[in-house]
């Protein structure tokens, strides 16, 4: 994970992505960091034609079509933060995979919201999935609203994606000049408390406020993130796709009302 490096976001031309584009905009603004666009290109043929660019196998149309979609993310973009430093990347590939390229040099990875599938907390066949799996930082998946006020909240447990998890909530709450709200799952116990406690000491300015959760947590998550800013949740690689807590995961992501950062376990 690069701390300094700029946040990629997917551009696609859509709604999603647009949003994402704004928060994205806003998150490299508040890091000092530039935004990188990046496009995936596809095409179904494996051949491309005499004479034509390697990345424009379909000629000025698909020039025009991502030359379009660069200039409309640049322009909400720049509604968010007009000085920002932005670049553009066209790269052939899936979009998961082009994202997960760019993402190994990046401080953040940016993507906007889909519907989540599949059983057990997998990701089956969502690029979330697929790019959390293999990305070289966090994934802020941008779903409900996007606002500057409100929590941190974190989904604490005893896994060793928890704890990368905690350290990214901690250190996002002090730079949003936040609270910090933890939310343990029931089994939480001595090794998440250590965890917590040390990290108190480092962010010492970081309110930390660790409400009783009534019910499922995945239910006191999606609650909490109605008035938050931020819900983050560590998760598992798990092959080619990332795993997190069951119906819990899944949950968070299909509902809750602000976006969410999914920090991978660190490759030890």
Same mark, same amino acid.
């Given at each position: 994970m690069?701390?300094?490096?700029p946040v990629?976001?997917?551009?696609?031309?859509?709604a999603?992505?647009?949003?994402?584009?704004?928060?994205a905009a806003?998150?490299?603004?508040?890091?000092?960091?530039?935004?990188?666009?990046?496009?995936?290109?596809?095409?179904?043929?494996?051949?491309?034609?005499?004479?034509?660019?390697p990345?424009?196998?379909d000629?000025a149309?698909?020039?025009?079509?991502?030359?379009?979609?660069?200039?409309?993310?640049?322009?909400?973009?720049?509604r968010?933060a007009?000085?920002?430093?932005?670049?553009?990347?066209?790269l052939? #590939?899936a979009?998961?995979?082009? =994202?997960?390229?760019? *993402?190994?040099? @990046?401080? +953040?990875? !940016? %993507? $906007?919201?889909?519907?989540?599938e599949?059983?057990r907390?997998?990701?089956?066949?969502?690029?979330?999935?697929?790019?959390?799996?293999?990305?070289?930082?966090?994934?802020?998946?941008?779903?409900?609203?996007?606002?500057?006020t409100g929590?941190?909240?974190l989904?604490?447990?005893e896994?060793?994606?928890?704890?990368e998890?905690?350290?990214?909530?901690?250190?996002?709450?002090?730079?949003?000049?936040?609270?910090?709200?933890?939310?343990?799952?029931?089994?939480?116990?001595?090794?998440?408390?250590?965890?917590?406690?040390?990290?108190?000491?480092?962010?010492?300015?970081?309110?930390?406020?660790?409400?009783?959760a009534? #019910?499922?947590?995945?239910?006191? =998550?999606?609650?909490? *993130?109605?008035? @938050?800013? +931020?819900? !983050? %949740? $560590?998760?598992?690689r798990?092959?080619?796709?990332?795993?997190?807590?069951g119906s819990?995961?899944?949950?968070?992501?299909?509902?809750?009302h602000?976006?969410?950062?999914?920090?991978?376990?660190?490759?030890?």
């Open positions: 690069n701390g300094h490096g990629v976001v997917g551009v696609d031309g859509t999603a992505g647009l949003a994402a584009v704004e928060a806003w998150e490299a603004d508040r890091r000092g960091a530039a935004l990188q666009l990046a496009h995936a290109l596809t095409w179904a043929s494996p051949h491309v034609p005499a004479g034509v660019a990345w424009d196998p000629g149309r698909a020039r025009d079509r991502v030359n379009r979609a660069f200039s409309d993310a640049e322009g909400r973009a720049r968010v007009p000085h920002l430093v932005i670049t553009r990347e066209v052939v #590939g979009p998961d995979t082009v =994202l997960e390229s760019e *993402s190994r040099a @990046a401080s +953040l990875a !940016v %993507v $906007g919201a889909h519907r989540i599949g059983a907390g997998r990701l089956h066949g969502s690029v979330v999935g697929r790019l959390t799996a293999r990305a070289g930082c966090p994934v802020l998946v941008v779903g409900g609203r996007h606002t500057r929590p941190v909240v989904a604490a447990d896994s060793a994606a928890a704890r998890a905690a350290e990214f909530a901690f250190a996002e709450a002090s730079e949003r000049g936040t609270d910090l709200v933890v939310l343990h799952a029931r089994r939480s116990g001595r090794t998440t408390a250590d965890a917590l406690s040390g990290l108190r000491e480092r962010y010492p300015h970081v309110t930390v406020r660790t409400p009783s009534r #019910g499922r947590r995945h239910r006191a =998550l999606v609650e909490a *993130s109605v008035d @938050a800013q +931020l819900v !983050v %949740v $560590g998760v598992r798990g092959g080619t796709t990332a795993v997190l807590r819990e995961g899944r949950s968070v992501l299909r509902d809750a602000c976006p969410v950062a999914l920090v991978p376990a660190a490759d030890r």
